[in-house]
């Protein structure tokens, strides 16, 4: 077994490492460090933590958090296709255009609703 054709990979994983690593340092042992009152407060979805941690939220921002993951991971199928566009044809292209025409009726749906009105 020959060790030189790990070299690049134990490069890679070192530079990687590197980039991860040095600019953390270099912030914590550079950069400002002035805590006051409201950097070190508790800070959780807009609002003072006031009661334990088990207090209900309201059904809304569930309702949006979940709306957004479900159109994000919908619109990111978006990338494959447009890569592979000239491979995949007419066929492909009409397919996504129909995958787009579902996700905008969605889209219309929930906005109808009034899902994604934040009061």
Do not use: H
Request: proline content about 5%; some cysteine.
């Amino acid at each position: 077994m020959n060790l030189d054709q790990y070299l690049p990979v134990i490069l890679f994983i070192l530079v990687a490492a590197g980039v991860g690593v040095v600019p953390q340092l270099l912030g914590f042992l550079l950069g400002p460090n002035r805590p006051d009152a409201a950097k070190n407060s508790p800070y959780e979805c807009g609002f003072e933590a006031f009661e334990d941690a088990r207090m209900k939220f309201d059904v809304r921002y569930y309702l949006v958090a979940i709306l957004f993951i479900l159109f994000d991971l919908e619109i990111a199928f978006l990338f494959p296709w447009a890569a592979a566009l000239r491979e995949i044809g007419t066929v492909g292209f009409w397919s996504m255009m129909i995958f787009l025409g579902i996700l905008v009726v969605g889209f219309i749906y929930e906005w109808k609703k009034g899902a994604l009105d934040w009061e």
